[in-house]
């Protein structure tokens, strides 16, 4: 089963790559702080391994596990630079918790909405013993089709602003613009005054249908933080969705890798059940793949025979690759991408692939925000979008089958 990286060379497994994903989890168990210890014996650059840890999300968990031996390690003004990033990424991850809070106050509370929040700070507070040492650049809520509009027009109210063109930085100001974004776009990039990011999902994934968004609505679960009781996904499916999430980005990040910890070790955490809808929705390969990946991070003498053989060790291979923390080896990876979903098509159960394709084609005929950037139209005219989607769509089936035949 290997995926076809060997152009690339080999995956770094190095001590310091090693390192990396030993620490990569919020609690070490005795034996796997005696690994840590017998690693930290074999890096050569700590400099090289800091620098690692800033680019990759790496910081909090280094400066938890190991922070004696950094201390050791580095010159005294490395470490302290080291020590001060790594305490500002916790008030960062702080920060983005205390703007989710606000966000439900804001928005969700006032309508009763009918949402969830998934990863980062949601999943951090939920899942993690220390919540801080949950990075995240942002915070996700889906938002339930009745209430999308109203959650995000209150939004607006509040005070947030709406990102239109995403590579410019500008933000949506005219009142169209607002109409198509709040009625059209997958997703919308707000802000609040403080510059948090959210990102507030009409689906749960980003291209193609897969989760039954209605179904994961009803079972959300009500999650008490402090003196505020949000909602997040139920811990089954949260687990299912960050293995298709993560997957989805190669595992380029270090905290991706303790969210499987963090899952796994929470006493909520059920593995039947988590198979049981992995398998309903066709993502059982990808799931088993990632338990079995998680259990790796932390054996590295059996890395050779998994490392890009098997699924798990294709996991592992795309994490070592990533770990330089620049998305060099995601990018490269996209275009042999099944859908934009997918790695490889190994990941998913074969009897779905018609049926992915067919919904993902369908959302892709609905008129986008990147039509709308390229050219305004008025809502009564909005329907030519979907027929230059068909065109698109068409013209890309036609070279498919041109190609395989």
């Not at 919540?131 to 109203?150: H, M, P």
């Not at 209605?214 to 008490?224: D, N």
């Amino acid at each position: 089963m290997r995926h076809g990286l060997d152009q690339y060379g080999p995956a770094r497994t190095d001590a310091t790559a090693q390192l990396l994903l030993l620490i990569a989890r919020d609690v070490l168990s005795d034996q796997q702080t005696s690994i840590m210890h017998a690693l930290s014996e074999q890096v050569t650059d700590w400099q090289e391994f800091v620098s690692l840890c800033l680019r990759n999300a790496g910081l909090p968990f280094a400066y938890k596990h190991m922070s004696a031996i950094l201390r050791e390690k580095l010159e005294p003004a490395v470490f302290s630079g080291f020590k001060a990033r790594a305490l500002r990424q916790t008030m960062v991850a702080m920060k983005l918790s205390a703007a989710m809070s606000q966000f439900h106050r804001d928005c969700l509370e006032p309508i009763s909405a009918d949402y969830f929040f998934m990863k980062g700070p949601a999943l951090g507070m939920q899942y993690y013993r220390d919540a801080a040492l949950r990075t995240s650049c942002d915070v996700d809520v889906l938002v339930g089709q009745s209430d999308f509009s109203k959650v995000a027009r209150l939004a607006l109210e509040k005070g947030y602003r709406f990102l239109f063109q995403t590579e410019e930085g500008d933000f949506a100001t005219k009142s169209q613009d607002l109409d198509f974004l709040i009625r059209h776009a997958e997703c919308i990039s707000a802000f609040n005054a403080d510059g948090i990011h959210f990102e507030i999902h009409r689906h749960i994934e980003k291209t193609t249908p897969i989760f039954p968004t209605g179904e994961i609505l009803s079972a959300s679960q009500a999650v008490k933080f402090g003196r505020v009781t949000i909602r997040t996904m139920p811990t089954a499916w949260h687990f299912v969705y960050i293995t298709y999430h993560h997957s989805r980005h190669f595992w380029s990040r270090l905290h991706w890798i303790a969210d499987l910890h963090a899952l796994m070790s929470h006493q909520t955490f059920d593995r039947n059940a988590v198979l049981a809808l992995a398998g309903r929705i066709g993502l059982l390969p990808t799931v088993q793949a990632a338990m079995e990946f998680a259990d790796l991070t932390d054996k590295a003498e059996i890395w050779p025979d998994a490392l890009g053989v098997t699924p798990a060790g294709i996991f592992l291979d795309a994490a070592l690759r990533g770990l330089p923390g620049d998305h060099a080896f995601e990018i490269e990876s996209w275009d042999a991408m099944f859908l934009f979903d997918f790695g490889d098509e190994w990941q998913f159960d074969k009897k779905k692939k018609y049926l992915f394709w067919a919904q993902s084609a369908w959302r892709r005929l609905q008129p986008n925000e990147h039509q709308y950037q390229q050219q305004p139209r008025k809502r009564s005219l909005e329907w030519l979008y979907t027929l230059e989607n068909i065109g698109t769509l068409g013209g890309n089936l036609l070279k498919r089958i041109g190609f395989q035949s």
